[in-house]
C-alpha cells in the first residue's frame, strides 16, 4: 500500500482505497485511468486491474474506452497535420480496425490491459470502441453504431442504461467519454464529416464515411469543476493519486443542462 512513508502500492492495498472511495460490488464501472499519478503499485496495470476486480467482486464489470483516433481522416489530423499528398495514401493503406488486433492509440496501459485480458469483448466502432471485462460485457458493447458514435447507439448509453458508475483514476473530467453522450443529448449539436477504415465481410478493408456530432472536450475540465461542485463525486485517495467516483447518470443529466448553459449558440 502507498502510506504516509511513500511506501509502494499493492493489489491488495489498491483494492482496499478502491473501497472507501465506493466502487461498488457488483457494478458497471467505466474508467478512464492514468497510472503514473498513482506511484509505484507492484505488478503495474496488471495488478490494477485485479485490484479493481476484486473491489467489484465476480459480478463487478469493468469497461474502458480502448479508441482508435489514428484510424481517421487525416485531413483533420491537428497534433501533428500531415501534408496534404499523404492523405490518399493513408486513407487507401491504413488497416481496416479489427476489434481482436488493433491497439487502441493513447488510451494508456490499463486500458490496453484489459482490452487483452481473457474474457474481454470489444465494440466494433473503427474510431471510439470500448472493451468490457466482467457479466455484463456483451450488454455494454454489442451493437455499437457507426454513425452517431458516442450517442444513444453506443455503449455510453448502454452504460446510462446500466445506471453504471464512472471511475477516473489519476485523471480528471476533461477526459471522461460519458460527458461526449451530453453533447449528443443537446439539440443542434455541429455535426461534421468522418472517415476510417473498416474491414470488410471478405476480410479486406475499406474507408467508409459517415456524419457525426463535432465533439469537444475544450469546456470539460471546467464542467466537471462544477459537477464535484454539487458533490455527486466522491474523492480519495488511490496510491499515490486521487480517485474520482460518481454515477454516469448524474454526470449525464448535469453535463445536458451545463452545456446548455454554458456553450453558446455558435458552439451547441
Known sequence: MTTDAGGPGSRRSIAAQLRVLGVRPGATLLVHA??????????GPHAVVLALRDALGPDGTIVVPTHTPDNSDPAQ?????????????IRSEMPGFDPAVTPSRFMGAFAETVRGWPGALRSSHPHVSFAALGPAAEQVVAGHTVA???????PLARLYDLDADVLLLGVDHSVSTSLHLAEYRCPGSPRERIGAAVRTADGGREWV??????????????LGEDLEATGAVRTAPVGTGTGRLMRQRAAVDFAVRWLAGNRTTEDV
Do not use: T
Open 34 to 43: 492514468s497510472l503514473r499519478p498513482l506511484g509505484f503499485v507492484s505488478g
Open 77 to 89: 489530423w491537428r497534433n501533428p497535420p500531415v501534408p496534404a499528398d499523404w492523405w490518399p495514401l
Open 148 to 154: 452517431d458514435m458516442l450517442g444513444e447507439g453506443s
Open 209 to 222: 464515411w459517415w456524419q457525426d456530432v463535432r465533439l469537444d472536450a475544450d469546456d470539460f475540465a471546467a
